[in-house]
C-alpha cells in the first residue's frame, strides 16, 4: 500500500514527502518485528528523502527529523555502528530546536533525545551523555503532567536513564578507578519514586510491563542500598517479592 502510494506521487509530486514519510515509518516498524536490516536501511533512505524535501521552515521538518533520527538509532541497537548514533543525536537535536518551549509537542523531541543519547552512552560510556540524557526525561516528564496519556513513558525512561547511570559509577566504584564514582547519583531516590509511580498508577496488577518493572524497582532499591545501607531498601525488596507471589497466585 504505501509503495503503491508512493509510485503514485513521482518527483515533484507536492505531496511526495507524505508518502515518503508513511513509507518510512510502516519500514521501521517491520524491521522491530523482523530484525531484517534491510528494512531499516531502506527506512533511513526513505526518510532522508523526505527530509530533503522538507527545508526549513516546512512545518513538517520536525517530523522527518525525529522519524529519520529514530530509524538510526533502531540501527545502531543491530550494527552498533558509532555514526548510525551520533546522526541520530543530531537530527533530534535539531527537531528540539525546531519546538523551543512553550510547543505543545516539544515533549516528544526531549523524549527522542533522551533516548537516543542513553543509546550513545550505553556505547561510548562518557558520563555527559547519560547526564544530558536525564535532563532530557526531566524535561519530557515535567510537560506531561498526570493524567497525560505518554506520562508512563517518560517514568520509564527516566527511572531508565538514572539506572544507566547509578549501575555505571557502582561498577566503576567497584574498579577503584575513581574515589568520586563511590558516591550515588543524586537522583537515584528519583527512579526510585518513577518506578514506584508506574507500579501504582499505570502498571497495575496484571499488566504485562508490571513484573519487568516490580524486577527495576528491585535493582534500583539494591543499588540504593549498597550505597547508603539502609535496611529499609532491603525490607522493601522482600516485600516486593512477596506481594509478585501473591499476585502470580491472583493470576494462575
Excluded: W
Aim: include cysteine; hydrophobic fraction near 30%; proline fraction near 6%.
Amino acid at each position: 500500500m504505501n509503495r503503491e502510494a508512493l509510485s503514485l506521487r513521482p518527483h515533484p509530486h507536492p505531496d511526495r514527502h507524505y508518502s515518503l514519510n508513511d513509507l518510512g515509518v510502516a519500514l521501521e516498524s517491520l524491521f522491530k518485528d523482523s530484525q531484517i536490516v534491510v528494512h531499516v536501511v531502506e527506512a533511513i533512505s526513505v526518510h532522508r528523502e523526505a527530509l530533503g524535501l522538507r527545508p526549513h521552515p516546512h512545518p513538517d521538518r520536525t517530523t522527518s527529523l525525529n522519524n529519520l533520527g529514530s530509524a538510526l538509532d533502531s540501527l545502531f541497537k543491530h550494527s552498533q555502528r558509532v555514526a548510525d548514533i551520533v546522526e541520530a543525536v543530531s537530527m533530534h537535536r535539531e527537531a528540539l530546536s525546531l519546538r523551543p518551549h512553550p510547543h505543545p509537542y516539544r515533549h516528544y523531541c526531549l523524549n527522542n533525545l533522551g533516548i537516543a543519547l542513553v543509546s550513545c552512552f550505553e556505547h561510548s560510556r562518557h558520563i555527559t551523555d547519560i547526564e544530558e540524557a536525564i535532563s532530557m526525561h526531566r524535561g519530557a516528564l515535567s510537560l506531561r503532567p498526570h493524567p497525560h496519556p505518554y506520562r508512563h513513558r517518560s517514568l520509564h525512561n527516566l527511572g531508565d536513564a538514572i539506572k544507566s547511570l547509578s549501575t555505571h559509577s557502582r561498577q566503576v566504584a567497584c574498579l577503584g578507578s575513581r574515589d568520586d564514582e563511590s558516591q550515588p547519583p543524586a537522583d537515584l531516590d528519583e527512579a526510585v519514586a518513577c518506578t514506584r509511580q508506574l507500579l501504582v498508577e499505570h502498571y497495575i496488577e496484571g499488566h504485562k510491563y508490571r513484573d519487568s518493572t516490580l524486577d527495576k524497582l528491585q535493582t534500583l532499591l539494591q543499588l540504593r542500598f549498597e550505597v547508603t545501607g539502609n535496611q529499609a531498601d532491603l525490607d522493601e525488596i522482600e516485600t516486593l517479592k512477596g506481594q509478585r507471589e501473591n499476585e502470580g497466585r491472583h493470576c494462575s
